[in-house]
């Protein structure tokens, strides 16, 4: 026999194997179906047990040895399985000595000392793989996580007139997404996003190696097409098997806006503007081509160049925002961020934020993230959002914080929640109560305004508030989504009186005469509200 305990099936089969009832016994083996998983005869294997009282007996856990006719049947369960044992041997053999009857006895004991054991110690074997294996996954989604983390950057690059900004959302399973920048010698920046397939540590640390790679030959000044062509040719050499990486390579030239792009395959950027006098921006892809890294040698990447205009954004994106899915299994998909991206680049300084919030309406609270989701914005402020800056490009006076960024359908009532949101945004300016009560109502007037007369009271149309501070001034803007109008006439010649007796002309009237400035852009859709600290 072998040893007590054995925590393996194959020990335990042999032991059956091994084992001998008289001198012409048997030892059957059944599972919870009735099918003999062991007889002596090979032939019997897979077979249906044929005495269904017996087999219900012994599946029900009975222990029992009892004579039947000529025949000497003994049952017990397997401990610790859903199995049963069946012995049999002939009575005439079993009494023809002494000796045989004992073996018998003894078989029966041993089956009753081994079998639990056996049971028991194939159960804990099984118990003890399993945690460890639950453990060493944990562990290995936990490295992968600070490699992914510690490698992310710590901040964004402060570029006068510019702003950039980057978010990575771990999935539970960790996969390779990055996104990095590189401060080149000639002033110029360079902007990484990529993705490594595959999860966990194999695909942390090819993530790791990708960027240091990208890292250490974009320092060498090459063009973007060139810096993934190297470390195409690098990463072929070492990558295992199955997996490869996407990613884009962008320079930016802060002083001109010309950026300089190549893709290796990864998404497709989009460029957003403020579009014409319907309010809707345009959301449009930038595209160029190249296949992923590592996944074969000699490849060439097209570069494309573009300039980034006063007021431009563009959006950097992993596929784990646009593959996401809801309950019904339907993806969110790039229609769906076009879609979002096209109401115009004045969303960009809380963008992301944006499309967070959609995300999760659209996934529902209980989404279990598939991918990670990782996003870069590139935003080229106008003149008047950026400010003065002094000679070294850091803030000066004129440095501007976004407070909030929100978003209200045109409903009745919309103007109070702008108020309270705006007033909570501006609680840190320390307003005076006489400042605070102006700006109020200036900003509910010019909601109103938005909803009535630019959005014509859909409430399928939103008006969006975007709330700034500067050292010496606050400054709020209103946009809706209607098709503006000739704010040059209707506000008449300088210093003369709008025309009141339409209801846009008196809601003007109200919001010119408690903001300390208040000026529209070209459709006539947005209005910025200018309040100054000396008021």
Known sequence: MFRLGEPTISAFYASLVRLRIGEQGTAILVDSSGQVIYHPEADQIGTQFEDPDLLGRVLAGQIDAYRDGERVVGIAPVPGTPWGLVTEDEWASLTSASRSYQRLLLGLLILGIVLPAVGFGFLAHERRREALDRARLEQQMRVARVIQQTLLPKSMPNLAGWRVTGHYQPAQAVGGDFYDYVRLDDGRLGLLIGDVTDKGVPAALVMATTRSLLRSTARGSGSPGQVLQQVNELLV???????????????????????????????????????ARNGSGQAVELRATGMPLGLMSGMVYEEVETTIEPGECLVFYSDGLVEAHNSHREMFGNARLQ????????????????????????????????????????????????????????????????????????????????????????????????????????????TLNAMEHGNRCDVSKKVYITVKAEPT??????????????????????????????ERGRGLLIVRHYADELRFNREGNEATLVFTSNS
């Open 339 to 446: 879609a979002i991206l096209s109401q115009g680049a004045a969303q960009c300084p809380t963008l992301i934020q944006r499309l967070l919030s959609e995300l999760e309406s659209f996934t529902g609270r209980g989404w279990q993230q598939e991918d990670d989701v990782t996003l870069l914005t590139l935003h080229r402020g106008t003149p008047e959002d950026c400010g003065p800056r002094d000679k070294a490009g850091s803030p000066g006076a004129g440095h501007w914080q976004i407070l909030d960024h929100f978003s209200l359908p045109s409903e009745p009532g919309g103007e109070h929640h702008a108020i309270e949101k705006v007033s909570r945004a501006v609680e840190k300016l320390g307003l005076s109560p006489r400042q605070l009560d102006r700006l109020q109502t200036a900003v509910g007037e010019a």
């Open 473 to 502: 001034r606050a400054t709020i803007r209103v946009r809706d989504e209607g098709e503006g109008f000739d704010h040059l006439r209707q506000e008449g010649a300088r210093g003369e009186v709008p025309d009141v007796l339409s």
């Open 237 to 275: 050499r070492e990558i295992p098997p199955k997996m490869f990486v996407t990613c884009l390579y962008a320079i930016l030239d802060p002083k001109t806006g010309r950026l300089r792009f190549a893709n290796a395959g990864h998404n497709l950027p989009y460029r957003t503007r403020n579009g």
